[in-house]
């Protein structure tokens, strides 16, 4: 690898954050070729990875799958799952939909087993993170103290590893109409709420060389958001989108801090729960 991708690996860390699909390849092909294994956190909190967070709570496994391929609907039949649909598709017909109010409403009406969940950034970068090789959670608000307790096991468990462990935090953040990265803050405050949760647990051990200045830039983030939450979902230009498009709901399950102790790891192409 070039000198300029070896700095940009943030590879002197533990705990390393960059965004969207195109860093999480990058950094996690970086740390496995470098020997290290890696444990991958998705976020994508408005909504892929809160639709993730509240279906497996319910025991419901999720396939992600890239957005707008038509194969999706022969990828869910082959499993015998339910695919998501547009959100726009639902309004007034039901089903479930990138939403996680539609997941909860369908998690308690019974039968849903397996969800097949495109998702524009979340589900893809889920998919980039595996194939590079990482261990891949899926973190949001309603769960980032038990993602952050699940990487302190990881990395305990990889304390007889002869190269440095590496944990990759992703904000998935969102697209423009041009398809370039949109950074989005509520991203940026999830991945930082994980990144506070791990530091805080580490804090004894951890060093200076436990987080980049990009993991701790995002920990700083979520230190200013963290006692109004709900308030600052609502406000940023992510959440003001879906209550204005009539999805407030999604913004509220989004915003239940810790709501949740069960992590999402990607195994065998789905994400299912793990306490």
Known sequence: ????????????????????????????????????????????????????????????????????????????????????????????????????????????????????????????????LADAGAEVLAASLRNRTAVAARIVDWLEAQAGSRTQPAVVVVPAGERWPDGSLRPAVEDLWGAGSVVAALAQRLEHRGGPLLLSPEAEAAGAAWLAVEDRVDEALRACASGRELVERGWPDDVSIAAELDASRVVPVLTDGAYSARD
């Open 1 to 128: 690898m070039d000198q300029a991708a070896a700095v940009h690996s943030q590879g002197r860390h533990v705990v390393r954050l960059d965004w969207g699909p195109t860093a999480a390849r990058a950094l996690t092909s970086y740390a496995v070729a470098a020997g290290s294994p890696v444990c991958a956190v998705v976020v994508d909190v408005l909504s892929f990875t809160t639709c993730v967070s509240v279906a497996v709570d319910a025991g419901i496994r999720v396939h992600p799958y890239r957005w707008g391929d038509e194969s999706a609907r022969a990828f869910a039949d082959e499993r015998g799952a339910l695919l998501a649909r547009p959100r726009s598709a639902t309004r007034t017909d039901g089903g479930v939909s990138l939403s996680p109010t539609s997941i909860r409403r369908a998690a308690a009406a019974g039968g849903l087993d397996d969800l097949v969940l495109p998702s524009p950034n979340g589900s893809t970068i889920s998919a980039l």
